[in-house]
């Protein structure tokens, strides 16, 4: 399976589970942990939620061949799009999620982070967010989110230009709890997992709902804006320049896009 779920002692783990395709994510996978964040939310068995990849790499992002098959939907019916249907569940997720990350989070992978609770970092983790590179704009309310925990400054660095950033850096920056070894890092989380799940349900929920009300109608419209121009983005000619340059395996050409 290509998502790994199990619950154990109030730990529901969602696990990347596509090494060979370096944990690349389809729709299909979207739907899957979709499904799993909607039916933790009335499941009493799950107190917290930790998402997890493999040892070598978080997830590389959008699996460019899949994403593109369904690019349509996006445009058209965005909302339906298991896409969207996993950004809103996870941003609006009323139980402590954390993120355990290693190797290579790309678009998405790093994106997400933002709506977690907790976030740890091995040291071999990389980050980025290349959708400028790709003749896109950003995603999941990160151009709101990023620049409210970095700054103006780091965050236009961050998503302008798309390029890659450490561990250390991101913690920096106010994405991340803590960096640890890579051999770490997993028990590290679930002994912090495990932490909350012996404190009062209610509690950290109602804890959260606190610290994220204010800004929950806000998030929502940004991720609506994003959605409408990354939708409109997906059919312009940079986006099919970017893409077509990917399969072919060359570096694209913009200076004929003004």
């Known amino acids: 399976m290509d998502i790994i779920t199990q619950k154990q002692n109030g730990v529901l783990t969602i696990t990347f589970n596509r090494p060979a395709k370096k944990n690349a994510i389809t729709a299909a996978m979207y739907q899957s942990m979709a499904d799993a964040l ?14 997890t990849g493999h040892e070598t790499i978080f ?18 019916d965005g909302e339906a799009s298991s896409i969207i249907q996993f950004m809103r569940a996870l941003s609006s997720s009323p139980k402590p999620v954390i993120a355990a990350v290693a190797g290579l989070a790309v678009g998405i992978g790093t994106t997400m982070l933002m709506h977690c609770d907790l976030v740890y970092l091995a040291d071999t983790a990389k980050l980025s967010m290349p959708f400028t590179q790709l003749g896109l704009c950003p995603e999941f309310s990160s151009s709101l989110l990023l620049q409210r925990v970095a700054g103006y400054h780091r965050a236009a660095e961050k998503l302008m230009l798309g390029e890659p950033f450490s561990a250390q850096e991101g913690y920096e920056m106010g994405l991340a709890n803590k960096v640890l070894p890579a051999p770490e890092l997993i028990a590290y989380a679930n002994r912090q997992a495990e932490k909350l799940v012996a404190l009062p349900a209610a509690s950290l929920r109602a804890t959260k709902h606190l610290m994220k009300s204010s800004q929950t109608g806000l998030i929502n419209d940004v991720m609506a804006d994003e959605l409408r121009q990354f939708s409109a983005m997906l059919s312009g000619a940079e986006a099919k320049e970017a893409f077509m340059a ?4 060359r570096k694209p050409d913009f200076s004929q896009f003004s």
């Open 38 to 51: 909607r039916e933790a939310e009335t499941d009493n068995d799950v107190r917290v939620i930790l998402f």
């Open 59 to 76: 997830t590389a992002g959008n699996d460019l061949e899949d994403f593109m098959k369904n690019a349509s939907q996006l445009a058209t």
């Open 246 to 249: 990917f399969f072919q395996k």
